[in-house]
């Protein structure tokens, strides 16, 4: 069964450095998603992403987030300026584009720690 | 604003069928119900989705009444590897396809 893959599993940085997460959704879809779940929190909407532009994005998805479809394959999220609190699991997910209530399916995730 | 209730935490012991119930009382007309799991660690796992009546597939069973108020995930014989969050969504509205997670129902299996 086709499944989103997250790249790496886990990645340390130093607070104020930059991170790029990377995903490659399921070959056919065209909707991406970021989510992030903070360690023993709910899970929370980041942002979507179709036709190579955002299509919504949530308060927590500020000016040093962003991300990119750089290629026909990869999705990426890069956070410019990393600060503590952005340490989380982030999650990638895709959508099949045949109609509005295919469900999102994710990765398992990229463990962001902090330091 | 909470779109869904379910209860937090629920046991059950291995080899039983398991019923989490999912309250969803202002359901729009186009909404689809949704079910995940999440293991320690991992992304959500789509279980399965439907609309209306019944709604089976090789994991589990998802039962909606007539008013879609509400919705009933049937585990059957669950074992210790079912122990999981599990997650009862539905729509956010017409205009955006983002999901909004709740705290979900962890489901502990005993042997």
């Known amino acids: 069964e086709p499944e989103v893959t997250q790249t790496p599993s886990h990645q340390v940085t130093q607070m104020g450095q930059e991170v790029i997460l990377r995903c490659v959704p399921i070959?056919?879809?065209?909707?991406f998603y970021w989510y992030r779940q903070i360690l023993g929190q709910k899970v929370e909407f980041l942002v979507s992403?179709?036709?190579?532009?955002?299509?919504?994005k949530s308060e927590i998805f500020d000016d040093q987030f962003s991300v990119e479809r750089p290629d026909g394959s990869n999705f990426t999220l890069k956070i410019r300026s990393t600060k503590l609190e952005d340490s989380a699991m982030y999650f990638c997910?895709?959508?099949?584009?045949?109609?509005?209530?295919?469900?999102?399916?994710f990765g398992d995730g990229t463990r962001l720690s902090i330091l | 604003l909470a779109k869904t209730t379910q209860p937090i935490s629920m046991d059950s012991y291995e080899g039983q069928e398991v019923n989490i119930t999912c309250s969803h009382n202002?359901?729009?007309?186009?909404?689809?119900i949704t079910w995940y799991q999440q293991f320690p660690s991992q992304g959500p796992r789509f279980i399965i989705q439907?609309?209306?009546t019944k709604v089976t597939n090789e994991v589990a069973s998802l039962f909606i009444p007539a008013d879609r108020k509400s919705s009933t995930l049937s585990l059957p014989r669950v074992s210790l590897s079912d122990t999981a969050v599990y997650y009862c969504?539905?729509?956010?509205?017409?205009?955006?396809?983002?999901?909004?997670f709740g705290t979900g129902t962890r489901l502990q299996v005993f042997p």
């Open positions: 997910a895709s959508r099949d584009p045949l109609g509005s209530n295919q469900p999102q399916h």
């Open positions: 439907g609309y209306k």
């Open positions: 969504l539905v729509g956010e509205g017409r205009n955006t396809d983002k999901l909004i």
């Open positions: 202002n359901i729009a007309t186009n909404d689809y």
């Open positions: 992403f179709y036709n190579n532009e955002i299509s919504e």
């Open positions: 070959s056919n879809h065209l909707y």
